[in-house]
């Protein structure tokens, strides 16, 4: 199961651009986190599904050194050399995504050269629904595809990680790659980011997740992002110091022994570890509460994770928070910002007999508030794939 337009968008352009058809296409979707903020570089867990909107990347050989780069949807070409390790200009930033791959993925073996590549998406760029780990998941899965390797899901995510941190400037973990590679028709995908193992966990069938879009500007890469990872690690180092036991990460602090020695640390790191702490104890309560089919507690579970975000982690924005407020008083089940934070997307978690409803009602408080937001009921889908002709 995959998106067809974008697949259908990538060959088009490839075609006209290149006069030669693809030989390799390759998909990945976007994601939506669901609970589980910021945990994943804590070595902590998470909640997520991919969804039914993605990133096709389509190749074919050329008969000239480099890499022909195509964006569809921009209606750009860049030419670049696979093998060196600069970024591209301001103007090509889309491009820094694939050129990243292509030169991470060298030192496994995976060397391309000599390829027309055209890439093609449906997921809205700074909507925080992983647009360019989908981009780069996808870039991976064709270039694997048209080398004849082959490299373990882990293996791909970390280099679409790296292609992330040093090509793009976000020292994310590894949420937004694991989505789009593991995902789950219909279910969500449980991530444990410290063992590096997911599994399904299936959703109540009359569950749906909205996005609300509230359209404002969003680039993790000049967010404090970075500076809130920093703020991680400092709690971290100061807990290892004060605790019997060995602190490598976030995960190895209990709820119990933060609340006893948050007091001893640096107060901002505190207030930032606390919301950590906090959503990996709510993942693992929330897998609880949908085993029992609880939806009602388990929306509860989305709206403490935007209350610590607001209050503890202070990775929100009013837009986001008027977003989630709107789905409150339109009796949603849950709200609370998915994704880095500072702009993206609100996840509204409805009965699928309310979804529609909710939409309209959460768009029209937008409106009132200057907003223009724009929702989607969206559909788990399944991971990254290669397309077969
Ligand atoms: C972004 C990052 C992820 C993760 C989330 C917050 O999506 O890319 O690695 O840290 O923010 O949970």
């Known amino acids: 199961?995959?998106?067809?337009?974008?697949?259908?968008?990538?060959?088009?352009?490839?075609?006209?651009?290149?006069?030669?058809?693809?030989t390799v296409q390759a998909y990945a979707p976007g994601r939506i986190e669901i609970?589980?903020?910021?945990?994943?570089?804590?070595?902590?867990?998470?909640?997520?599904?991919?969804?039914?909107?993605?990133?096709?990347?389509?190749?074919?050989?050329?008969?000239?050194?480099?890499?022909?780069?195509?964006a569809a949807n921009l209606d750009q070409s860049v030419h670049f050399d696979p093998t060196t390790d600069e970024t591209m200009s301001d103007e090509y930033q889309w491009a820094n995504y694939v050129k990243g791959v292509f030169n991470l993925l060298r030192p496994h073996g995976i060397e391309v050269d000599n390829v027309n590549c055209t890439f093609a998406?449906?997921?809205?760029?700074?909507?925080?629904?992983?647009s360019?780990?989908?981009?780069?998941?996808?870039?991976?899965?064709a270039l694997i595809e048209f080398a004849g390797g082959q490299l373990k899901p882990i293996t791909i995510a970390k280099v679409a990680q790296a292609a992330e941190q040093r090509?793009?400037?976000?020292?994310?973990?590894?949420?937004?790659?694991?989505?789009?590679?593991?995902?789950?028709?219909?279910?969500?995908?449980?991530?444990?980011?410290?063992?590096?193992?997911?599994?399904?966990?299936?959703?109540?069938?009359e569950a749906r997740f909205i996005m609300i879009n509230p359209h404002i500007e969003h680039a993790l890469a000049e967010s404090p992002y970075n500076e809130r990872r920093s703020s991680c690690e400092k709690a971290t180092a100061q807990f290892n110091s004060l605790l019997?036991?060995?602190?490598?990460?976030?995960?190895?602090?209990?709820?119990e022994e933060f609340?006893?020695?948050?007091?001893?640390?640096?107060?901002?790191?505190?207030?930032?570890?606390?919301?950590?702490?906090?959503?990996?104890?709510?993942?693992?309560?929330g897998i609880e509460l949908l085993e029992q089919q609880n939806l009602h507690a388990f929306g509860q579970l989305l709206y403490d994770s935007h209350e610590t975000s607001r209050t503890a982690f202070e990775n929100s924005c009013p837009e986001l928070d008027l977003?989630?407020?709107?789905?409150?008083?339109?009796?949603?089940?849950?709200?609370?910002?998915?994704?880095?934070?500072?702009?993206?997307?609100?996840?509204?978690?409805?009965?699928?007999?309310?979804?529609?409803?909710?939409?309209?009602?959460?768009?029209?408080?937008?409106?009132?508030?200057?907003?223009?937001?724009?929702?989607?009921?969206?559909?788990?889908?399944?991971?990254?794939?290669?397309?077969?002709?």
């Open 121 to 130: 998406g449906s997921i809205p760029m700074g909507a925080g629904l992983s």
């Open 259 to 285: 609340t006893q020695y948050r007091d001893r640390i640096d107060p901002e790191a505190a207030q930032r570890a606390e919301h950590v702490i906090a959503e990996i104890t709510r993942v693992a309560h």
């Open 167 to 205: 090509f793009a400037g976000c020292n994310c973990g590894l949420l937004d790659q694991f989505s789009s590679i593991f995902g789950v028709p219909s279910g969500l995908i449980h991530s444990d980011f410290r063992t590096l193992e997911t599994t399904s966990v299936e959703l109540p069938a």
């Open 35 to 70: 609970l589980g903020n910021h945990t994943d570089y804590n070595a902590g867990t998470t909640l997520s599904t991919a969804i039914n909107r993605g990133t096709a990347v389509v190749l074919s050989p050329s008969d000239t050194s480099g890499v022909n780069l195509s």
């Open 1 to 22: 199961m995959y998106d067809p337009k974008p697949v259908e968008l990538a060959n088009q352009f490839h075609q006209a651009t290149y006069a030669t058809p693809a």
């Open 244 to 255: 019997d036991h060995p602190v490598e990460t976030l995960r190895d602090v209990s709820w």
């Open 323 to 389: 977003i989630v407020e709107a789905a409150r008083e339109a009796g949603a089940l849950g709200a609370r910002l998915s994704g880095g934070g500072w702009g993206g997307s609100v996840v509204v978690l409805a009965r699928e007999s309310e979804a529609k409803a909710l939409c309209q009602s959460i768009i029209k408080t937008g409106r009132t508030h200057r907003l223009d937001p724009s929702a989607e009921i969206t559909i788990p889908s399944a991971g990254a794939q290669i397309i077969n002709p």
């Open 132 to 141: 360019s780990a989908a981009l780069e998941v996808a870039t991976a899965y």
